[in-house]
């Protein structure tokens, strides 16, 4: 995967950015922000996005996971067109940050620290952990909770090049929560 430089996110077209690991500098609240997409296994996938602590190491903002039936997160959406975030009026934009899953934007709205389920908004408060299931079909929140998994201890998420070891890192600790366990397993 390639790293991305620049501002993730603005209307739905340019949702095709939100595939790969993206960094949105200075525009984000706190610093800046790396995100991507992650896959857990053939029925569960989804999006991360880590912003910068006060200390300035990354810290998780969010990160979305979402299950369907084995294989629904490589599908493309049958319509061509990803389910995502309405536009704003007056040609505002959406700083987004995380991914697309099948048919499914999976993103978190960085400005209002809403996470989006396709078009559906979820608000997280102090949670950053949204489980979904459905995604396939008829996406249904399942809960939201907090976690704390250690992400590159003293650097910032802008310093951060491989997005990939960060969702490695991401995968791991979340299949180490034990209330995450039978949310993830196949």
Not at 2 to 8: E, K, N
Not at 140 to 149: A, G, L, S
Not at 165 to 170: E, M
Request: aromatic fraction near 4%; glycine fraction near 14%.
């Amino acid at each position: 995967m390639v790293l991305r430089r620049g501002l993730v996110g603005a209307s739905l077209a340019t949702a095709g950015l939100l595939g790969t690991p993206s960094r949105a500098d200075a525009q984000a609240p706190g610093g800046c922000s790396l995100s991507g997409g992650l896959t857990v296994s053939d029925r569960v996938g989804g999006a991360f996005s880590l912003g910068d602590a006060p200390d300035g190491s990354p810290r998780l903002a969010a990160v979305i996971l979402a299950r369907g039936r084995p294989g629904w997160a490589s599908e493309s959406p049958p319509s061509g067109r990803y389910e995502g975030p309405p536009p704003l009026p007056g040609g505002r934009v959406r700083l987004l940050s995380g991914s697309s899953a099948g048919a499914l934007l999976l993103v978190y709205e960085v400005d209002t620290g809403l996470a989006w389920v396709g078009s559906r908004p979820v608000r997280l408060g102090t949670d950053n952990v949204v489980l979904v299931d459905g995604a396939d079909s008829v996406p249904t929140i399942v809960r939201t909770m907090h976690i704390t998994p250690p992400i590159a201890p003293g650097r910032a998420a802008c310093a951060i090049e491989r997005a990939e070891a960060i969702a490695d890192s991401l995968k791991a600790a979340l299949a180490r929560e034990p209330s995450l366990r039978a949310f993830l397993m196949p």
